[in-house]
């Protein structure tokens, strides 16, 4: 690293300090847009400086000083190696919660580098909207505003053929309504109906192989159903693997003959 820039960073690193604790602070109280109208003083180091610290010496390059911190924030977040923001893929990127091109001072900013899987990270881009309703939760305090027991992502078969099941995010009246808002605000920006409705041609694909080759019955295939989606209810209410279960085993016409139908895939 460059020796003056070095001496630099040591020199503003109690403003750096200050700037983290205060964004901190926002992302707790779930406010974190309102970085965009304060003010972040880095003393002598510039945002350019912080851009290029970020890159060369955080980023995934050849001669990252601090690659391992990189590596960490990875596999940080609610469930360790899945992207906290579509639920599925695995996290390959770190992300800029708030675009360094809109704060370059939160640059190298911890709680600004978080975990991302590819596709997430590109759709969000640069984005980043000053309003409180346009935001996306931020994966550190995700577990907190989100009880485990709050039910937000339904779905519906839409028979066939082709056979779908449609997803959507509708969180329950008694969710706070800016939570809500943001919820259905991730769910639309990023995509996830898409998402998740692609996923679910391959498990009705080998439910249907299943339940034909084993001869089951309208009853077998509830109990079946049941079965899998407790299963993947396990890692959490808004699983969609377990939302599209518990949708099929409230379909009648699904169970009932309905899966029979060749779908999408
Ligand atoms: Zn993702």
């Not at 003393?43 to 400086?49: L, S, Y």
């Not at 519906?156 to 605000?185: H, K, M, N, W």
């Not at 209810?233 to 939302?243: I, K, L, P, Q, S």
Request: proline share 7%; with cysteine.
């Amino acid at each position: 690293m460059k020796q003056d820039l070095v001496a630099k960073v040591w020199r503003a690193l109690p403003s750096l300090e200050e700037n983290s604790a205060h964004f901190q602070g926002l992302v707790h109280g779930g406010s974190a847009e309102r970085c965009l109208s304060a003010n972040y003083s880095t003393g002598e180091v510039t945002g350019k400086d912080l851009q290029w610290l970020y890159r060369n010496h955080v980023a995934d390059s050849t001669d990252g000083a601090a690659r391992d911190l990189y590596h960490e924030i990875k596999i940080r977040g609610p469930i360790d190696g899945v992207c906290p923001y579509c639920n599925h893929r695995d996290v390959g990127t770190v992300d800029h919660f708030v675009p360094k091109s809109k704060i370059p001072a939160l640059s190298i900013e911890p709680w600004n580098l978080v975990p991302a899987c590819m596709a997430c990270n590109k759709t969000m881009l640069d984005a980043f909207s000053p309003e409180p309703g346009e935001q996306y939760l931020h994966p550190y305090s995700r577990p907190f505003p989100i009880s485990p027991e709050m039910r937000w992502l339904r779905a519906e078969v839409v028979p066939g053929p082709p056979t779908v099941v449609r997803f959507r995010a509708e969180p329950e009246g008694s969710c706070d309504p800016l939570l809500a808002q943001r919820i259905v605000y991730e769910f639309d920006g990023l995509r996830l109906a898409e998402l998740y409705s692609k996923l679910s041609i391959k498990k009705l694909n080998a439910a249907r192989s299943r339940f034909i080759r084993d001869s089951f019955t309208a009853d077998t295939i509830r109990e079946h159903l049941q079965e899998l989606a407790r299963t993947a209810e396990g890692a959490g209410a808004n699983e969609w693997e377990a939302v599209l279960y518990y949708t099929l085993l409230a379909s009648d016409w699904y169970v009932n003959g309905g899966y029979l139908q060749e779908d999408a895939g």
